[in-house]
């Protein structure tokens, strides 16, 4: 493992990911990523009597598949870095509590997953440790009372606010000899241009955005047509736009190859859901669905993985403070 | 038939119109500004008071009978009517007074009613 530049890791141990899972929820059973998913609940509340219950079981339910499906036991995961959008994180600590795997909660909002994948893979390269896991989730419902109204108010979204995807991602790192494998990391710095709407998310973390994006090139020496694919987490349409042209006035066309989760979950026509889909489990569903598939079966080869995070919460916005964005990279390669 | 001639379809036009209208500076006040609807909400009800209070708002509600008295416009119109008389009825505490007791039928229909519905319906992801 050493230092390249200013905040990028290179992992020489190529930590893989060993097997991924994503459950979702009924909005994202009718998006056009549904067949990607290991499952799709149409029950908002799975069967639990709450919404907060709900997201539990959607963490909990992905990291068993993704067990299963990696073939490892939860003894054989030395550690579990699991974060959501909750207050102190409780859904991943009540989704994980019966596991025994040893536990981090990680803040770092819709960023979370891949700030997971960064500390994990650097805690596989280091040698020490056989297996970790790395999941994250976030749902719709439980978001907008953490964040914006309860739903019983029945307020009308405003048309750049976003859509939280319910649902959870998970992954499974180990040392294997079969990819993808995590081959950089570049941890993000927090960046705030001083946007306050809470509805307009995606405007907050594109800056953050970017300047992880020209870190990651400025520190490896690559450009964006090194990677077949750059994806960010969350900006959705409207932050998909501004990345682009904020990429330009720094000498880098990402346009060709670029996309957003956020944009690809949800189908711009038919669903309604604004300026596109958001939350922790926003990435961590479209990579464990739909990237990690489309990597093993080598449509994608190299691809730049970057989760954008809007690192407020109810009181910070009520007191009209700005929101502060935050955007961590991996890069992911066959 | 009597009830259908009774009618008097130019209010209810009128009260159509209004009310509707009313709905739309709302809906434009989300599309086009930054306030959140908890702050439409205020300010809705504050402008009623205030318009209310300045004897304003009555021309309206003669005019478009609920389409004036149901959206939250009504709520502080009503509120700011009440309080005067309450200052008419009991001097200066009426202020404090009269605004409530004027509303109270709708606050206790809401707090009651509200809880009816909790008991029978749970809430819903949103469809769009």
Redesign the interface.
Known sequence: MKKLGKQTLQLDNKPSIINTAAIV???ELNGPLAKYFDKCVED?FWGEASWEKAESKFIKETVSTVLGKANVSSSDIDYVFAGDLLNQCISSSFGMRDTNIPFFGLFGACSTFVEGLCLGSVFIDSGACKNVLCATSSH??SAEKQFR?????G?????TSQWTV?GSGAAVLGKADQGPYITHITPGKIVDLGI??A?NMGAAMAPAALSTLCTHFEDTGRSPDYYDAIITGDLGHLGKDILIDLAKTKGYDIAPNYNDCGVLIFDKKT???HSGGSGCACIATVFSGYLYKMMKENNIKKLLLIATGALTNATTSQQGESIPGIAHAVAIEM | MDYFQSIDWMTMLNCFIVGGLICVIGQILIDKTKLTPARILVVYVTLGAILGGLGIYKYLIDFAGCGATVPLTGFGANLAKGAIEGVKEQGLLGAFIGGVKASAGGIAAAVFFGYIASLVAKPKIKKQ
């Open positions: 929820g009924p909005k908002e719709f419902c109204f309860p739903l019983e108010l307020n009308q979204r405003t048309p319910t306050k709407d509805n669903q309604d859901t």
